[in-house]
């Protein structure tokens, strides 16, 4: 078969600018203007941070996005089961687990097409090669779910230690630095 | 932040009713960016492999009992 249509980068910039903009919106109207702001504010800088990559827009826009849709993913699935309902731990982990699922088709796709990700990862780890996952390994899997833990850790942490909004925008950009260290330091832990 | 989504929000508005669909259509068109590329573009049915995690998440949160909706 061939493609009616060809995706090249600009396209695949494009879709990510128009998700984003639609996650926006999406944090905008059912969360808050502030939470909008602050998360992707503080999450366009860390992927600015975090990138080893030309920090061209495809790798910037994508972990604060992939982030986010884990996020929600974990709200609509742990909201419902009354067991973990409210436990900030279970949603941290599950956030970071989910970043990884999300990245993994965008990562895979980024690879298959030359385009850049965020940070190569090419060790084996478990036994897990790169035809398990579709391309990419299961080290770069795990890279996401670092990144998005801890991000979504410091996010929550920041969130319900009683600050104002004033105090949470400063620590959480400010942190930022800290928390692309923190990434790479569990990231390495495997 | 997520623990405290905002409630009453009109729903039956069109444009407010997509919003609401956002992560599961976000999800949805990253699955079908990959399963264009993978299968019309590129020829590599093997990168398929890296949407089913996701599309195994996706099945689930259109289950958990909200219909999509958060």
Same mark, same amino acid.
């Given at each position: 078969?061939?493609?009616?249509?060809?995706?090249?980068?600009?396209?695949?910039?494009?879709?990510?600018?128009?998700?984003?903009?639609?996650?926006?919106?999406?944090?905008?109207?059912?969360?808050?203007?502030?939470?909008? $702001?602050?998360?992707?504010?503080?999450?366009?800088?860390? /992927?600015?941070? +975090?990138?080893?990559? &030309? %920090? !061209?827009?495809? *790798?910037?826009?994508?972990?604060?996005?992939?982030?986010?849709?884990?996020?929600?993913?974990?709200?609509?699935?742990?909201?419902?089961?009354?067991?973990?309902?409210?436990?900030?731990?279970?949603?941290?982990?599950?956030?970071?687990?989910?970043?990884?699922? $999300?990245?993994?088709?965008?990562?895979?796709?980024?690879? /298959?097409?030359? +385009?850049?990700?965020? &940070? %190569? !990862?090419?060790? *084996?780890?478990?036994?897990?090669?790169?035809?398990?996952?579709?391309?990419?390994?299961?080290?770069?899997?795990?890279?996401?779910?670092?990144?998005?833990?801890?991000?979504?850790?410091?996010?929550?942490?920041?969130?319900?230690?009683?600050?104002?909004?004033?105090?949470?925008?400063?620590?959480?950009?400010?942190?930022?630095?800290?928390?692309?260290?923190?990434?790479?330091?569990?990231?390495?832990?495997? | 932040?997520?623990?405290?989504?905002?409630?009453?929000?009109?729903?039956?508005?069109?444009?407010?009713?997509?919003?609401?669909?956002?992560?599961?259509?976000?999800?949805?068109?990253?699955?079908?960016?990959?399963?264009?590329?993978?299968?019309?573009?590129?020829?590599?049915?093997?990168?398929?492999?890296?949407?089913?995690?996701?599309?195994?998440?996706?099945?689930?949160?259109?289950?958990?009992?909200?219909?999509?909706?958060?």
């Amino acid at each position: 078969m061939s493609a009616p249509v060809d995706i090249g980068l600009h396209d695949y910039q494009a879709f990510l600018t128009a998700a984003t903009v639609f996650a926006a919106a999406h944090a905008y109207r059912k969360l808050s203007p502030f939470f909008c $702001v602050s998360w992707f504010g503080a999450g366009w800088i860390f /992927a600015y941070l +975090w990138t080893q990559a &030309r %920090p !061209a827009p495809e *790798v910037v826009l994508l972990p604060p996005l992939v982030f986010y849709l884990a996020a929600a993913l974990t709200k609509g699935l742990v909201e419902t089961r009354a067991s973990v309902q409210g436990n900030h731990l279970v949603h941290v982990a599950m956030t970071g687990v989910l970043s990884g699922v $999300v990245a993994l088709p965008l990562i895979a796709v980024a690879g /298959a097409m030359g +385009w850049s990700v965020p &940070r %190569p !990862a090419s060790r *084996v780890l478990l036994s897990v090669n790169g035809s398990w996952l579709g391309g990419p390994t299961l080290d770069g899997v795990w890279l996401w779910i670092a990144a998005g833990g801890v991000f979504y850790g410091a996010y929550k942490l920041f969130d319900h230690v009683g600050l104002s909004r004033g105090w949470q925008l400063v620590l959480l950009f400010g942190s930022t630095p800290f928390l692309v260290m923190g990434a790479e330091w569990l990231h390495g832990l495997a | 932040m997520f623990c405290h989504l905002s409630r009453g929000v009109v729903e039956d508005v069109p444009i407010e009713s997509l919003i609401s669909r956002a992560p599961a259509l976000l999800l949805l068109a990253i699955l079908v960016l990959l399963g264009y590329l993978a299968l019309l573009q590129l020829d590599q049915s093997g990168l398929l492999a890296a949407g089913a995690p996701a599309a195994l998440v996706l099945a689930l949160y259109l289950r958990s009992g909200r219909g999509g909706r958060s």
